[in-house]
């Protein structure tokens, strides 16, 4: 692996900006953000798939016409799935990318002094 | 049965379409690589595209990749043969992508290079790492790579009308199977050796524009036939199918109540969870799929196309539905089966029947028939040369480069060993699809997909985000799950020991279930977890550049 940062003096650099207050800041908007929905999208997708697979008088209740329960989960997985990609894409941009920015910008700076 | 007779009628005008606009798309694909070749001068290029795609761009080109026969030709027929069980690989294979988004697609473009196993040895000792991610990318590859051109081979003789016992250009079908693979194989060896990742990108995009329109013509046409109600739609569908009201529930193909065998059912269930554990956590772990990410200039821009493709994708499965549901109303599953077993020419069959009422008679059924019969080529020849791309560049980048070379190979060098590769694994692909032509393709690709997300998901994200993690770690997750995946289908009633499978007259299974992933995926987790706790190897120093640049893109390539 290349890096753009001299050798020496780069192990210790990550490691400060790792324990340091900002990036942890960082990690932690991003850390509780992306694991609870990985869990609630999952189980709302394992419950679905149980359903179908246990409890089919209920999928088969007829809602309107020959739209039964089934159809309307199922497409609720893609309401849920979109909404979801809106959403994390709205937070990343207004809760993590500008954190993320500023510590790289603070890196990109010391490794241009160092050179 | 009345499309039935009218296909024989129209054969040789759609065929001759088919044959003509097919090979418009490879000649315009063509030019394309051919012009892409021009520009393709650093190892960067070869590998991502130069890296200048826009999130727009790459999230059509994602989604091409994605949307393989097995999306198209393959849920299609499953919904007209059995329904509702059908849609249930729509919804895996797209919720699939917020795994994708939230966990990987950002620090993969951050912290790696090329190839899925830049970020999988990033602070792990180069060459047992790299070989292990090797190995699982190429056997990956190749299973979802004969899949595809299994599927084209049997497709052929079916879109060309080509029947045992007639001939084509003096072909008997088993000959136009045999010249169809190596027709394919060969042009997608073209795309890779000549256009890189900058050709192979292009021709994704033009794909999916093909097989977006196609599908979206489609869609409006059965729509419109129900005046726009998915009710009527949904109830004909029902009515045709001879099932009644269960053919819009789920449980008429997986999840099956056996009466009497409570064991039977019980497998029958496992098996539909295990189907639908592999095809959500199966997709971030597709080489084809983590090398896109590559070809764009940012972490923000591989999310932008993450998006793109998720809104793409998602619609495209929505489409299905009205595909799958029109097929089983207006062809009828008799006339689907008579043509193929498994309902894999259910989509080119709706489309001629489409044709046929609202584009002027059977020229218009021939017509629409050649237009999409011609999609369904161009989708699976894009696929084939994604799945060639990502495979040979793990061979050079990781396995030649990193391991043989131990690193000091030029990019000249590398490259040039990318396009040896990608010949060679195009070679062994036609030829391992030639002899597997008896194989199903649906077994096929959903052990690609178990196997990604039991070899390669666990290291991806234990590799991201748990300090601890090693060396040792990363072998066994690797070819633990690996294994465990290949060993469970080998010994499965898909292989052996039932009418469908791939050897029926023997018996050798033990494993109840069709797809193992409800084993293999806990256990290449499991595997990951005990290989990192058993070795003493723990670099914090390596995990902190890791987290540093994965989370702010910083010394990102």
Redesign the interface.
């Known amino acids: 692996?290349t890096?753009?940062?001299p050798a020496s003096s780069?192990?210790e650099r990550?490691?400060a900006?790792?324990q340091s207050e900002e990036?942890g800041v960082?990690?932690h908007k991003?850390r509780s953000f992306?694991f609870p929905?990985?869990i609630a999208?999952?189980l709302w997708?394992?419950l679905?798939?149980?359903l179908?697979?246990?409890a089919?008088g209920f999928?088969?209740i007829?809602v309107?016409?020959?739209?039964?329960v089934?159809?309307i989960f199922?497409l609720l997985?893609?309401v849920t799935?979109?909404l979801?990609?809106?959403y994390?894409?709205w937070y990343?941009a207004h809760k993590i990318?500008p954190l993320?920015d500023d510590?790289?910008a603070e890196?990109?700076r010391d490794t241009r002094s160092v050179r | 049965m009345a499309h039935l007779l009218a296909a024989e009628a129209s054969t040789s005008t759609s065929r001759g379409l088919t044959i003509t606009l097919f090979l418009v798309f490879v000649a315009i694909t063509l030019a394309i690589t051919i012009w892409a070749s021009r520009q393709t001068r650093t190892a960067t290029d070869f590998y991502a595209g130069g890296r200048q795609f826009s999130g727009f761009q790459n999230g059509m080109a994602i989604s091409g990749d994605y949307m393989s026969a097995a999306s198209f030709l393959g849920i299609a027929g499953l919904i007209a043969l059995f329904g509702y069980d059908g849609f249930l690989y729509s919804i895996g294979f797209l919720v699939a992508w917020l795994v994708a988004l939230l966990l990987v697609a950002e620090f993969l473009r951050n912290s790696g290079r090329y190839t899925m196993a830049d970020v999988l040895a990033f602070r792990m000792r180069q060459r047992p790492v790299r070989t292990a991610a090797s190995v699982s990318t190429i056997v990956v590859s190749i299973f979802y790579l004969i899949a595809q051109m299994v599927g084209a081979g049997a497709l052929v003789s079916l879109l060309l009308g080509i029947k045992a016992g007639t001939t084509f250009l003096g072909m008997n079908a088993n000959t136009a199977k045999i010249a169809t693979i190596i027709l394919v194989g060969a042009l997608m060896i073209i795309y890779v050796v000549v256009g890189g990742m900058k050709g192979t990108t292009y021709v994704q995009i033009v794909k999916a524009i093909l097989l977006m329109s196609g599908a979206l013509i489609m869609t409006v046409l059965v729509l419109a036939h129900y005046k726009f109600n998915l009710s009527t739609l949904l109830g004909d569908a029902a009515g045709q199918s001879g099932k009644g009201d269960k053919f819009l529930e789920p449980g008429l193909r997986y999840g099956v109540e056996k009466p009497g065998d409570a064991l039977g059912t019980f497998y029958s269930k496992m098996d539909l969870l295990s189907l639908g554990i592999a095809l959500v956590l199966g997709t971030a772990g597709l080489p084809h799929i983590l090398t896109r990410f590559y070809t764009v200039p940012t972490s923000r821009i591989a999310r932008k196309s993450v998006l793109w493709a998720i809104g793409i994708i998602g619609t495209f499965y929505l489409f299905t539905l009205a595909l799958g549901f029109g097929a089983a109303a207006l062809v009828g599953s008799k006339a689907i089966t008579a043509q193929d077993k498994a309902g894999n020419t259910a989509a080119p069959q709706l489309a001629q029947a489409l044709g046929i009422d609202y584009l002027g008679g059977e020229t218009g059924g021939a017509i629409l028939l050649a237009i999409i019969a011609a999609v369904a080529f161009a989708t699976i020849l894009a696929v084939v040369a994604g799945l060639t791309l990502a495979s040979s560049s793990s061979v050079a980048h990781d396995f030649y480069a990193n391991v043989v070379r131990g690193g000091d190979a030029s990019e000249r060098d590398e490259v040039r060993v990318a396009r040896i590769a990608a010949l060679i694994i195009g070679a062994v692909a036609i030829a391992l699809s030639i002899f597997a032509q008896s194989l199903n393709v649906a077994f096929l690709v959903a052990l690609a997909f178990a196997v990604a997300a039991s070899a390669n998901l666990p290291a991806i994200l234990y590799s991201l985000f748990w300090r601890r993690f090693n060396t040792s770690g990363a072998m066994w997750a690797i070819y633990g799950g690996l294994l465990a995946a290949v060993i469970l289908v080998f010994f499965s009633p898909v292989v052996s020991g039932s009418a469908t499978a791939m050897f029926p007259d023997q018996d050798w299974h033990w494993f109840p279930l069709s797809n193992p992933g409800i084993i293999s995926i806990p256990f290449g987790f499991l595997c990951g977890w005990i290989g990192t706790v058993i070795s003493k190897e723990d670099d914090s120093a390596k995990y902190a550049e890791l987290e540093v640049r994965s989370l702010t893109g910083f010394g990102a390539h």
């Open positions: 692996m890096t753009d940062v780069s192990t990550y490691l900006v790792q990036f960082l990690r991003l992306i929905m990985t999208f999952f997708y394992a679905y798939v149980l179908s697979a246990y089919r999928m088969s007829k309107a016409g020959n739209i039964n089934a159809l199922g997985q893609f799935t979109f979801i990609a809106w994390y894409s990343a990318d993320a510590i790289r890196l990109d």
